[in-house]
């Protein structure tokens, strides 16, 4: 038995990257672990062209189901949930989901951005579109409000360790419902 055995988590866009290892890390830890994000194995990707940036997500093989498989081989439960964080009634179904399936939400990891498809991958700093700019860093920021505001309260002990993306944010379980922003 894991450290989290019995323990419920949210990593919202677990797809890939930093939120994919949280979310395997988790699963080590014996947790429970809904995984969220927007690529899921039901959309069907074309192949890549060998021109196509690594960032380009249409092309991207990594997905939901993958990474909740990934969770399950670590030891964990991994559930994958097709989701997109920018919308307040898909997240709030995903919470009245998790409280019905789960009794609540013990961790909540939100590590989402959305942002690449605004993103001007290649171009210099002074060239950027700043209306793109301003809408991918608009996103990011309601993404992780939108989730926080849904999530925390779903909260099943009263008290949730939330991460939010950053070098430098700590676990925060101090008693009642808390964030790391940093």
């Not at 939100?110 to 996103?139: H, Q, S, Y």
Request: net charge negative; aromatic share 4%.
């Amino acid at each position: 038995m894991g450290a989290l055995t019995g323990r419920v988590a949210l990593v919202a866009g677990a797809t890939r990257g930093a939120g994919r290892g949280i979310a395997v890390a988790l699963g080590e830890a014996g947790a429970t672990v809904y995984c969220t994000g927007r690529t899921s194995e039901v959309d069907a990707r074309p192949e890549a062209p060998a021109c196509v940036s690594p960032f380009e997500l249409k092309h991207r093989p990594e997905t939901i189901e993958e990474t909740a498989r990934m969770v399950a081989a670590a030891g964990g439960r991994g559930i994958p949930v097709q989701a997109d964080h920018s919308d307040p009634e898909v997240v709030a179904a995903l919470a009245e989901r998790i409280d019905a399936e789960a009794g609540g939400l013990d961790i909540l990891v939100n590590d989402i951005w959305g942002g690449e498809t605004l993103a001007e991958w290649g171009t210099p700093a002074w060239k950027v579109d700043v209306d793109k700019g301003r809408a991918m860093f608009e996103g990011a920021v309601m993404t992780h409000i939108i989730t926080a505001r849904h999530m925390i309260p779903s909260c099943s002990s009263g008290k949730v360790a939330c991460w939010w993306r950053s070098p430098t944010a700590t676990p925060c379980t101090t008693g009642a419902p808390c964030s790391t922003t940093s």
